[in-house]
């Protein structure tokens, strides 16, 4: 994966916006900025997993690696370890690579207003991908054009902070 995905998931994100902005169908609107929400929660997915690729290649132990590559060691039949696939969610993942890789003091961002704001974003992504209710109320509540775009700014600014603090460099989305 290359720079260049990312920004064209962020790029579409910037679409779906100016689409649903002078958009008069309600409908078309809400589209809109729910594709904007799916898009900005598959760029920070996208990155991290770039970002985890690169991390990889560090003499780190063989269980984070594992954990940054969405795998874990098992103990098979024949009493080796082996690496099988596995999930943690892209919270945990960037708190591990923050952690691990970086100067942050993982409580004290865990404490800021741009943290809040990812599990919020995560919540939403997560009330949408596994609903429990079916209802236009749940959508019009949650998915506005400005909530989408606040989703899309806060993981854009995130991808940010955490490409500074572990690789030192800037990443252009744009």
Same mark, same amino acid.
């Given at each position: 994966?290359? &720079?260049? /995905?990312?920004?064209?998931?962020? +790029?579409?994100?910037?679409?779906?916006?100016?689409?649903?902005?002078? &958009? !008069?169908?309600?409908?078309?609107?809400?589209?809109?900025?729910?594709? #904007? $929400?799916?898009?900005?929660? $598959?760029?920070?997915?996208? /990155?991290?997993? /770039?970002? %985890?690729?690169?991390?990889?290649?560090?003499?780190?132990?063989?269980? &984070?690696?594992?954990?940054?590559?969405?795998?874990?060691?098992?103990?098979?039949?024949?009493?080796?370890?082996?690496?099988? +696939? %596995?999930?943690?969610?892209?919270?945990?993942?960037?708190?591990?690579?923050? +952690?691990?890789? %970086?100067? #942050?003091?993982?409580?004290?961002?865990? !404490?800021? !207003?741009?943290?809040?704001?990812?599990?919020?974003?995560?919540?939403?992504?997560?009330?949408?991908?596994?609903?429990?209710?079916?209802?236009?109320?749940?959508?019009?509540?949650?998915?506005?054009?400005?909530?989408? &775009?606040?989703?899309?700014?806060?993981? #854009?600014?995130?991808?940010?902070?955490?490409?500074?603090? $572990?690789?030192? !460099?800037?990443?252009?989305?744009?």
């Amino acid at each position: 994966m290359t &720079e260049t /995905y990312l920004k064209t998931l962020n +790029r579409s994100c910037n679409f779906f916006l100016q689409l649903a902005e002078p &958009e !008069k169908n309600a409908i078309k609107r809400k589209s809109f900025a729910l594709s #904007v $929400v799916i898009n900005s929660w $598959v760029l920070l997915e996208a /990155y991290i997993n /770039y970002l %985890s690729e690169i991390l990889a290649k560090a003499k780190i132990e063989k269980h &984070e690696k594992a954990l940054l590559l969405d795998k874990e060691l098992k103990l098979n039949d024949e009493g080796v370890f082996v690496e099988v +696939r %596995s999930h943690s969610s892209t919270s945990k993942r960037i708190l591990f690579i923050l +952690r691990n890789f %970086s100067t #942050v003091d993982v409580e004290e961002f865990r !404490k800021t !207003k741009l943290w809040g704001e990812i599990q919020n974003c995560e919540k939403i992504r997560n009330d949408l991908i596994h609903p429990k209710t079916l209802t236009n109320k749940f959508l019009d509540h949650q998915i506005t054009i400005k909530k989408s &775009e606040s989703f899309r700014t806060s993981i #854009v600014l995130l991808i940010k902070t955490v490409n500074k603090k $572990v690789l030192n !460099k800037e990443i252009f989305l744009d």
